[in-house]
């Protein structure tokens, strides 16, 4: 098992930055790719940005491309998403996400994805 905890949301106006961080314990040496997800109230959940520790690629949501930035250290065990000129529309509980597959084209797919934190918020005020 996986546990992934998420933090660093919050409420920032637009055109603001946050980061967000998240944290794995347990089996991690069984991830092959971690991502971010993010969930508006009302809307389904969508994907916002995925990393390969093993082939040490990146991929992003059109709607995040270039503004977003997703990083982090597999030997730490940690995830971050560096989120600039946040827009009103990027309000949303952001939840962490783990895959013990192998990379492939399924990034996008929640059910990919095979451990999830509990979520953090992000408000972006206009």
């Known amino acids: 098992q996986v546990q992934l905890v998420e933090s660093g949301g919050g409420l920032v106006q637009a055109g603001g930055s946050l980061m967000l961080s998240c944290v794995a314990s347990g089996r991690t040496f069984n991830n092959y790719a971690m991502g971010w997800f993010r969930q508006a109230p009302g809307k389904e959940r969508e994907f916002v940005a995925a990393i390969s520790w093993v082939r040490a690629r990146t991929r992003y949501a059109d709607s995040v491309k270039g503004r977003f930035t997703i990083s982090g250290d597999h030997a730490k065990n940690t995830l971050h998403l560096q989120m600039n000129t946040l827009k009103s529309r990027d309000t949303a509980v952001y939840y962490c996400?783990?895959?013990?597959?192998?990379?492939?084209?399924?990034?996008?797919?929640?059910?990919?994805?095979?451990?999830w934190g509990q979520g953090t918020q992000v408000t972006v005020s206009s």
């Open positions: 996400a783990a895959a013990r597959s192998p990379w492939n084209s399924d990034y996008e797919d929640s059910n990919y994805y095979d451990y």
